[in-house]
């Protein structure tokens, strides 16, 4: 039989993972293990729980797990996945990041996308996201219509801390409140947070007591890339 070839190196793939994709020496690459604050997601030089800022200001949720940093090779799977519609990419990597979660929320819910979008790309990536991750943790409840989402984002890169969060609480309303305490949040990817940090306050004014972010990555502080 001749074995399938990694999609990260190339070579023939000799102990598969259970999938076909990659190999276990690249496997590494995709779960990047520096250490990353618990709080926001970022990488951080030490092995400290939180980072400075995050002790200063913490987000209003309260754990971000994510494989790691919004590069390569898991940029490449991800617009894979959203451009070429390869979906069959999701199942391992949604598995690795059911490894890093501690304790699991009971109910997830997923970030809306704009109708015609969602439409046009044919899923919506946070969806699909939630129901694999509801494979492998114990979950017993998924929602994906507590968000609904009035008008797109404008680009956000630019822009100051306050003014992303005015733009996304434009963007974003709560359709109907989740009887439960704990919730996760599921995104592909968190950029600058300001969506997870609206999402998470329309929760938190419900009742929701404690939240947590699932995302396969994180997109570093401009200077941290
Ligand atoms: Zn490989
Ligand atoms: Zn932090």
Redesign the pocket.
């Known amino acids: 039989m001749i074995a399938s070839l990694c999609h990260i190196c190339g070579l023939p793939i000799e102990q598969p993972l259970g999938h076909n994709l990659w190999c276990h020496h690249c496997e590494p690459l995709l779960m990047q293990s520096t250490p990353r604050?618990a709080?926001?997601g970022?990488e951080m030089l030490t092995s400290a729980v939180?980072?400075g800022?995050?002790l200063l200001s913490p987000p209003p949720w309260q754990r971000l797990y994510c494989l790691g940093d919004y590069r390569y090779p898991l940029s490449s799977f991800i617009r894979q996945i959203k451009q070429h519609k390869r979906v069959w990419l999701l199942a391992p990597l949604a598995q690795m990041l059911s490894q890093t979660v501690e304790q699991s929320a009971r109910t997830l819910v997923t970030v809306p996308m704009l109708h015609h979008r969602e439409l046009w790309r044919g899923f919506n990536l946070s969806e699909l996201l939630a129901h694999q991750l509801s494979q492998y943790l114990p979950v017993e409840r998924t929602y994906t219509k507590v968000f609904r989402k009035h008008r797109n984002t404008p680009t956000q890169k630019n822009l100051c801390r306050e003014a992303r969060l005015n733009n996304v609480r434009r963007a974003f309303s709560l359709r109907t409140a989740p009887d439960i305490n704990h919730v996760a949040i599921i995104d592909d990817v968190v950029t600058t947070g300001a969506t997870a940090c609206h999402l998470s306050e329309l929760l938190l004014d419900v009742g929701v007591e404690k939240i947590d972010i699932y995302c396969l990555c994180r997109t570093p502080k401009p200077s941290q890339k």
């Open positions: 604050c709080r926001c970022l939180t980072c800022h995050c």
